[in-house]
Structure formats: structure tokens, C-alpha cells
């Protein structure tokens, strides 16, 4: 099933304890960048959940995402202070859908298990420049499952 | 020396939830293999076999990152913080066996590697003009890996593309650019051919176009786009290559005046694959490559760097002309600077 998505839009379940994936924020943080992969964090503060947009170091930033080291070591501090709670790890595909790539599951993965334990994957899939499709993947206990698609466009060329 | 080990809340299951951990030692080294001893999980992640630190995780000694001090070398101070972070990185696409094997023998060329490979296939090109005499270049493009390749070309296929090495007898009258989109298509499944516009934003730009006025049109709009663009000019003994990288020295600097406009000869075909070859080079390293011009005279080549005219405004002397150019209204009054 796919479930339709639009701008502002927050699902109204996924990131637990009633709080909703912000899929209109990051559609909108997705389609402001269409040369480059956005990534960075979902955090979750205060009953909602919160894109937190980190830099893209990756030396092909078109097809791969390296968060910044040292913006994402600025986070995490932030995250202790202000006592939130990672959620997930996002980023776009500027083409080719919402699953996990080999190499996204090679960089989320250390021999086999979760480098980030109980945080989920999230991708946001551009289609010519629009947000097309939206997945969370979720680890279960031997490999990441994802979620039924959230999709700008039922008749989404990606079927 | 005693250090601290400060561990961020997704890591710390890995040493009994704690944020904090304490290590003795002299180096960054010595200070990880004692948090290793304490907390094997945690060293797991931490170092591999030999010792060495993993690509799961970063360090920094303060604000500074361990890498950038000399690695596990780097001495630590009484005192000092040790911050752990999660490299967290992944990819959209990636070189396969598939890909690898097509790609092999550029692949070891020096300078090339998986890292230019994977700027190809990033790349979105367009290419101006697709007439018989480009159609090398939109060949040599595909073949090394270029990603996306949009054509630009609004005319239909003459007698005299079937010269090209892309088009056919039967296919005279059809358009150019769905026609070697269907070829280009048929040669290399890794690569996505369409007719230009597609709504989209090239990275780069291969003009190839059968006018002196076009060619310069198109080479100005690839210079305020800021992207990388390689352009072919064929006259009647063969012609010119003119490579500009991002802030070179603009076509119109760099071009020979008095080519153009003639019939083109034997030699143009060897001349638009000197092109691609041209553009390919300033899309696998970018920011290494100075602007060039290649002259093919008599069947000679000659290279020279380009030389900025005096006052051109792509040296960047009317930057606040050039935001004005955005909006389309900058271009010919450039000139006249």
C-alpha cells in the first residue's frame, strides 16, 4: 500500500509515542537541494520530531552522504543537553527511489549489526526534482525492514 | 595521563550505557586499547584486529580531530577529552561488479580511480548540438560513464549526419535527439539519454553547436551556471577544443575569432571526440584542470593555456553586474565592459 504524502504533511504515526515522521519538512529540505544529498538527524524533543539538517561531506555528494564529523559531534552534545532523543539518520536519493542502497546499508551496518543501535533509516526519494517517495527503515534483529512508502504521487513512476 | 572518554548516547550500550569512561595512557592509542580491555564491545567498534581505528567511528582530542594530530600517534595531555562519534555515511549508487568490469581499464588510470568514476556517473551532461559531426562525442561520453546525458538539439536527422557514427540511412527526418537518445540507450544501460529541457539542471555542458552565435550563447549560460563546459568549434581545416572550468577564462576570451562559420572537413569527427575527452577530464578532477584551448590545424594539435581578454566580466570584475545577470538581462551589456 502507499500511502499519499504532501507539503506540511506529518505522518500521523512512525517515530513512536504518537509522534509523527515530519514528511513535509524533510520533502521540502529534499527538494531545496537537487544537486547534492541532504542528511542529518530526526530528533525527537519535547512530543514532536526534528529534522537537524547536517552537512554533507561525501566526495560525490550527488550519489553518497558523509554527515560532517564535527557538526555531528556538535549535535550529539546538543542532543545531551536538551535531552532529546535520536530517532533516525536521513537522507535523500536525488533519483532511485527510498530503499536502502548497497552502500547505505554497508555505512549503517558494522560486521552485520546497527552502528547507530535502535535508530532508524529514513529516505527521502527525489523523482526529477520533486519528493517523490519517502521510506523508514527499521533494524530487525538481522537486517533492516522498511516501511510501507509514503508517496507524493500514487502513480509514482517507481510503482 | 589520564583522559576522558566521552561517548555519545547512541554508542553507550555498547559500555553499560555510560556517557563518561576514564583511561590512562600517553597516546590516543594507548588510551583506546585500555578502553578496549575495559569495554570489549565498545573496542569492537573501536579498532579492528590490528589495532588500527575503524571507519565506524571518528575521534577527536578536543576540538580537534585525532586524524588531523597524527592518528593513535597523537600524544594526549592529563586532563584531556576524548570525543567518540559514529561515522555515519551511505550512498545512492555505487560501482557494482558490473560497473567494474566495464570500467576496468580506466579504473587503474592515476588520477581516475573509483572516486572519478563515481563523479561520471553523478554527472548530468548536456550536450548542444547532435549533429553527425558531435555524435563521437555523445559516444565517447556514454562509454566512459556519464550518468545523464541530455541532449540539446531541436532539428531532425540530414544526409549529412549519416556521416556521424550514430545515425542511419532509414532514419533520415526523424529527430536528432530522440533518435540518439534511443542509440545512445542501446550502447550502455548505465546511462540516462533524454532530450534537453527536462526540467532539470546540468552539471555540465558539451557544446557542439553548428553556429558561431549558438556556441557563444551556450557557452555564456554555462559560465553563469558556474559549471564545468568543454566547446567545439569546427572550421573548414578542422578546428578548436576550448575547455573552461568554473572560473576560467570564458569562450569568448578563449576562442580563436577567425574560426567558425566554414564547411566542416574531415578531422571534425577526431575533433568532437577531443571534446568529450576534454569535458570528461574537468568532470574526474574537478578543480585540478586550468582552461585550455586545443587547435587542430592540418591535422596538428597545439594546447595553450587561455588568456582572459582585458576586462571580460567572467574575470569576475562586475560581480554585482554578474547578479544582475541572473536574471537574464546581464549578458551583451557584459560586453561592452
Request: hydrophobic fraction near 45%; aromatic fraction near 4%; proline fraction near 7%.
Amino acid at each position: 500500500m502507499v500511502r499519499a504524502v504532501w507539503p506540511g504533511m506529518v505522518s500521523e504515526t512512525g517515530a513512536g509515542d504518537g509522534r509523527g515522521w515530519p514528511l513535509g519538512r524533510l520533502a521540502a529540505l529534499a527538494e531545496g537541494s537537487p544537486e547534492v544529498e541532504v542528511c542529518g538527524l530526526l530528533i525527537g524533543l519535547g512530543g514532536e520530531v526534528t529534522p537537524w539538517p547536517v552537512r554533507n561531506v561525501a566526495a560525490a555528494p550527488a550519489t553518497a552522504f558523509e554527515l560532517d564529523p564535527r557538526e555531528l559531534l556538535a549535535a550529539l552534545r546538543r542532543l545531551d543537553r536538551e535531552g532529546g532523543e535520536l530517532l533516525a539518520v536521513y537522507h535523500s536519493h536525488l533519483a532511485g527511489g527510498a530503499d536502502l542502497s548497497t552502500r547505505d546499508l554497508a555505512g549503517a551496518l558494522a560486521d552485520g549489526s546497527p552502528v547507530l543501535p535502535g535508530v532508524a533509516q529514513l529516505v527521502v526519494a527525489l523523482e526529477r526534482g520533486r519528493a517523490d517517495r519517502i521510506r523508514v527503515h527499521r533494524w530487525r534483529g538481522d537486517r533492516f525492514v522498511a516501511s510501507e512508502p509514503w508517496s507524493r504521487s500514487v502513480n509514482s513512476p517507481l510503482g | 595521563m589520564q583522559v576522558t572518554i566521552l561517548v555519545p548516547g547512541p554508542m553507550r550500550e555498547l559500555c553499560g550505557g555510560r556517557g563518561q569512561l576514564t583511561a590512562a595512557g600517553a597516546t590516543v592509542g594507548e588510551v583506546l586499547a585500555e578502553v578496549a580491555r575495559a569495554h570489549p564491545l565498545l573496542g569492537a567498534r573501536l579498532l579492528d584486529e590490528s589495532g588500527q581505528v575503524r571507519r565506524y567511528v571518528g575521534l577527536f582530542l578536543g576540538e580537534e580531530e585525532v586524524r588531523e594530530l597524527g592518528g593513535l600517534a597523537a600524544p594526549v595531555r592529563d586532563g584531556d577529552r576524548l570525543s567518540l562519534v559514529p561515522a555515519i555515511a551511505g550512498g545512492a549508487r555505487e560501482l557494482d561488479g558490473e560497473r567494474i568490469a566495464r570500467w576496468a581499464r580506466q579504473l587503474l588510470v592515476p588520477g581516475f580511480g573509483a572516486a572519478g568514476q563515481e563523479r561520471l556517473m553523478a554527472a548530468r551532461v548536456r550536450v548542444v548540438g547532435a549533429d553527425g559531426q558531435a555524435t563521437p562525442a555523445l559516444l565517447a561520453l556514454v562509454q566512459a560513464g556519464v550518468g545523464t546525458l541530455w541532449i540539446d538539439d531541436p532539428e531532425t536527422i540530414g544526409p549529412a549526419d549519416l556521416c556521424g557514427w550514430l545515425y542511419q540511412p532509414g532514419q533520415v527526418g526523424q529527430p536528432r535527439a530522440t533518435v540518439a537518445a534511443a542509440a545512445l540507450a542501446g550502447v550502455s544501460r548505465f546511462v540516462e539519454v533524454r532530450p534537453y529541457p527536462t526540467g532539470g539542471a546540468p552539471s555540465a555542458t558539451l557544446v557542439c553547436a553548428a553556429s558561431s552565435a549558438q556556441a557563444l550563447a551556450s557557452a555564456e549560460a554555462a559560465r553563469r551556471a558556474r559549471i564545468p563546459h568543454v566547446v567545439v568549434e569546427l572550421d573548414g581545416e578542422a578546428g578548436q577544443v576550448v575547455s573552461i572550468p568554473p572560473g576560467a577564462p570564458c569562450f569568448a576570451c578563449a576562442r580563436f575569432s577567425a574560426a567558425g562559420e566554414r564547411p566542416p572537413v574531415a578531422g571534425s569527427l577526431v575533433l568532437a571526440s577531443l571534446g568529450a575527452q576534454e569535458l570528461l577530464r574537468l568532470l574526474v578532477e574537478p578543480g585540478l584542470v586550468e582552461g585550455r584551448r586545443l587547435d587542430l590545424v592540418r591535422g596538428v594539435p597545439t594546447v595553450r593555456a587561455t588568456q582572459r581578454l582585458p576586462g571580460c566580466v567572467c574575470g569576475g570584475a562586475a560581480v554585482a553586474g554578474g547578479e544582475a545577470g541572473a536574471d537574464g538581462q546581464g549578458g551583451l551589456a557584459g560586453d561592452g565592459v
